[in-house]
């Protein structure tokens, strides 16, 4: 097989877009030479990488093949220029990072002083749920990931950089709110609001519960922190979130955290990747600052 870098990149930015003039456009070549040079890789594979059934593209098994190479072989000349970079003195390039939903309260002010020191670095940031982040760590589709609950099933590289306490938040004016310890007994009658199922702090959630034999009474199941705490401040029940949704206060908007028994619920923030990823020296770079810029802060 004959096949350029450059049709490589070509391939993955289709991959990644799903349209030809959206990878056109990434590559920043014209719509008709993105489609030459795309045929021209189909016919030195030999086999069909992707079809067209109404104007959206699906890759086939071989295309999805050539995806994940062509991932790996830009990741790996990313992470060489990098170093290249590095022994010239220069610090720039691109770090792609992906984080559950909770951990936007508190990665934006890491990446922008990271950004401070590095300012020539490009960062392409991921806020998903849980589900959204293991798929793209599933596919190395990242340089880092950022997670309260990895997957057990993956041999991953982990390092635990952060305390990530679970409490229950119920509206400021709630009796429960003025009392100096709750028991689970007395959260029997109450309606509960959580997160979605498979969403990190759902299943801290519910392993204590289980663990308690408490079965909570749940009215809703929402998608997003900010939803589970209108919903309290409303009046429709007591809810289960990260502290750090709280912005790391006990009040906020109309809810207050509640001393429950057992409660904060031990968890805490990961660094994963593959275990046998090769981070970039941006990856590594940022790892570290990381770890170093919340030790600085918990001191």
């Not at 939903?101 to 849980?130: Q, W």
């Not at 997670?147 to 099933?153: G, H, I, T, V």
């Not at 207050?256 to 770079?285: E, N």
Request: charge should be positive; include cysteine.
């Amino acid at each position: 097989m004959n096949v350029t870098f450059r049709q490589l990149r070509l391939f993955l930015a289709l991959a990644e877009t799903g349209s030809v003039s959206a990878a056109a456009k990434a590559m920043h070549v014209t719509q008709p030479t993105a489609s030459m040079q795309l045929k021209e890789v189909s016919l030195s594979v030999g086999l069909p990488l992707y079809e067209v059934v109404g104007k959206k593209i699906y890759l086939t098994d071989v295309g999805r093949e050539l995806a994940l190479t062509a991932r790996a072989v830009a990741q790996t000349w990313d992470a060489f220029a990098q170093h290249v970079d590095a022994v010239k003195g220069l610090s720039r390039g691109k770090l792609r990072v992906a984080v559950v939903s909770t951990a936007k309260y508190f990665m934006p002010r890491l990446i922008g002083s990271f950004c401070k020191r590095h300012p020539e670095i490009d960062v392409s940031l991921e806020i998903l749920n849980r589900d959204g982040v293991v798929h793209r760590l599933r596919e190395n589709l990242d340089d880092l990931y950022i997670m309260s609950m990895p997957p057990a099933d993956m041999d991953l590289g982990d390092e635990v950089f952060m305390p990530n306490p679970i409490v229950v938040i119920a509206p400021t004016a709630d009796p429960l709110a003025k009392q100096k310890s709750v028991t689970m007994d007395e959260l029997a009658q109450r309606r509960f609001i959580l997160r979605e199922k498979g969403s990190g702090t759902r299943m801290v959630a519910d392993q204590f519960f289980k663990k308690m034999r408490f079965r909570p009474d749940v009215r809703l199941e929402l998608g997003s922190n900010e939803s589970v705490k209108a919903s309290v401040a409303g009046g429709l029940g007591l809810g289960v979130v990260s502290q750090h949704a709280l912005h790391g206060l006990q009040k906020e908007h109309g809810v207050t955290a509640i001393a429950v028994t057992g409660f904060p619920l031990p968890s805490a923030w990961h660094i994963v990747h593959p275990a046998s990823k090769k981070l970039s020296p941006l990856a590594q770079a940022f790892k570290q600052h990381l770890i170093k810029d919340i030790s600085r802060r918990q001191k």
